[in-house]
């Protein structure tokens, strides 16, 4: 496949995303359900053309990352800062986006991951130096006196790899890696309101294969022929049938899967996202309509 080729089918995936997006922040509101609203993104995803890249993140408050809802999840939005984070995929070729929803009085916190971004955006080009976005989004974000959270970043997209190289650090960092025409990335700011760093907290709800090697347990190679389909994508354990939890206990202790517990900062965090193909003058946004 030619590099045109693979091009459009990031853009493919990008166009389908960026419609899904529009309607899926319609879908948070107070008093409905996370698991409603995750499912319904998720459906739209298929009815679009696309495949879900990786269970629907819906992270709330100080929740930064990896939350999705589980099969039994019966809450409900309140006034809360929702972080929607979707994925699209077409032929494995990744496009990658977040959106802030306030349903609360945070618009501050919004605003600055959203300028973050947008201040980053205008900075990326081919030959640019990593660090100088990074400055960019730190300087914006603390501009509004709020802190970038250190340990997330920004990431390349690859086919079937949603966290690729390169690392696009939200604080400053030494020079280093320079974008290529043609690379696509993933610009990411999480502006936080508490300690400008998450730790891993609760129960894991997304998983993704490391390498899929033989097992003899009968509930772990029936994960395992489930989630064949999804390579080395993230998937829910919300997707899966029968004895879940027993199976992938066992896949994760025998080094197959990897979980993905729920990422918490001290205070409130925000998080804007979306996806670029870097030109020698600059960037083709393609997850915006």
């Given amino acids: 496949m030619t590099e045109a080729e693979v091009l459009e089918k990031y853009r493919e995936a990008g166009r389908i995303l960026a419609e899904v997006r529009t309607d899926a922040i319609k ?28 269970p629907t993140n819906i992270s709330v408050n100080e929740e930064a990352a990896h939350a999705t809802p589980s099969k039994a999840d019966a809450s409900t939005f309140g006034t809360d800062l929702v972080k929607l984070d979707i994925g699209v995929h077409i032929d494995g070729y990744i496009a990658d986006t977040a959106v802030t929803i306030d349903l609360g009085n945070n618009k501050e916190l919004v605003d600055a991951s959203n300028s973050a971004l947008e201040r980053a955006i ?13 400055e960019v989004i730190e300087d914006t974000i603390t501009d509004y006196g709020y802190l970038p959270v250190a340990n997330l970043t920004g990431h390349g997209l690859e086919r079937y790899t949603q966290h690729a190289p390169p690392a ?11 974008l290529k025409e043609g690379q696509v990335v993933a610009i990411e700011p999480f502006s936080s309101a ?10 894991a709800e997304i998983f993704s294969l490391i390498k899929a090697k033989p097992v003899r347990s009968p509930e772990a190679r029936a994960i395992l022929k489930d989630i064949d389909a999804y390579k080395t994508l993230p998937f829910a354990k919300r997707w899966l049938q029968g004895r879940v939890d027993l199976g992938l206990k066992q896949l994760e202790t025998a080094g197959i899967i ?11 965090v925000s998080q804007a996202e979306d996806t670029l193909i870097v030109t020698n003058d600059g960037s083709e946004v393609i997850t915006r309509i």
């Fill in 168 to 178: 696009i650090h939200n604080r400053r960092t030494q020079s280093g890696a320079k």
């Fill in 27 to 54: 879908t948070i509101k107070v008093g409905k359900k996370l698991l409603d609203a995750a499912e319904s993104i998720e459906t739209l995803i298929q009815q679009k053309g696309g495949a879900v890249a990786f």
């Fill in 194 to 203: 508490g300690n400008g760093r998450v730790y891993e907290t609760g129960k």
């Fill in 122 to 134: 205008e900075v990326v080009r081919a030959g640019v130096d990593l660090a100088a976005i990074s």
């Fill in 258 to 268: 990897r979980a993905y517990p729920v990422l918490k900062d001290r205070g409130f």
